[in-house]
């Protein structure tokens, strides 16, 4: 079992709908959960990071949390077609700084 | 602020040859990262340096990678014999570890080898 999985996509959604992104981990003792950005030839950029369980909204984003579940989940409400990218969810082992990503779920959002 | 910054963005090798990859962290940042993406994958963690304490290599490949970082700052990542399979992207990363594990990506140096 990979450590940290996403489904690959693509999710295809119409401009203005909510996007729902999902994300398994392994590691129960994972404190810290990270969403990431990646545009095509570009560095993945952070958009959202949550460490308690619930939900955590910054914007268009909402993060959500659920540990016993050891699932995590990003919202992008009203999305746009220049959210289209891949996104990236990070978790970290063992309580130490090293992140492992999941593989990414590529988001495309057509007008 | 000024981000991550790597260089070079491009460089292209000749399989066999050596290659150095710079990373320059956020001013301020203790902890910096290296990773490997490889096209259409995911990121690979390669090593991780958190102040003066031994870097955690478990992720490198093999013995032909290394990374120093001098001063607490600049890292550098060495490919030695460079093979085709090294063709990737190579992303830096930096976080205030001790205050959070938020890392913030450099813009990568894409490397090919021929």
Not at chain 1, 29 to 54: A, C, D, H, T
């Amino acid at each position: 079992q990979k450590e940290v999985e996403q489904n690959s996509g693509p999710l295809s959604v119409p401009e203005g709908a909510i996007a729902s992104l999902n994300c398994t981990y392994s590691d129960r003792v994972s404190q810290s959960f990270f969403w990431y950005r990646q545009y095509s030839g570009k560095s993945p950029e952070l958009i959202m990071s949550i460490y308690s369980n619930g939900d955590k909204e910054d914007g268009r984003f909402t993060a959500q949390l659920n540990k016993a579940s050891q699932y995590v989940s990003l919202l992008i409400r009203d999305s746009q077609p220049s959210d289209s990218a891949t996104y990236l969810c990070a978790v970290n082992v063992g309580g130490y700084n090293k992140l492992i990503f999941g593989a990414g779920t590529r988001l495309a959002v057509h007008p | 602020g000024a981000g991550v910054s790597q260089s070079p963005s491009n460089k292209v090798t000749e399989k066999g040859k050596d290659v150095e990859l710079r990373c320059d962290p956020i001013s301020g940042h203790t902890a910096l990262y290296w990773y490997r993406q490889s096209l259409g994958q995911g990121l690979e963690f390669l090593i991780y340096f958190q102040g003066n304490s031994a870097p955690d290599k478990s992720g490198l490949p093999s013995d032909r990678f290394s990374a120093e970082r001098t001063g607490g700052s600049v890292s550098t990542l060495t490919i030695q014999r460079t093979q085709q399979e090294d063709s990737a992207v190579y992303l830096c990363a930096s976080s205030l570890a001790r205050e959070s594990y938020e890392q913030y990506f450099g813009p990568g140096t894409r490397l090919t080898v021929t």
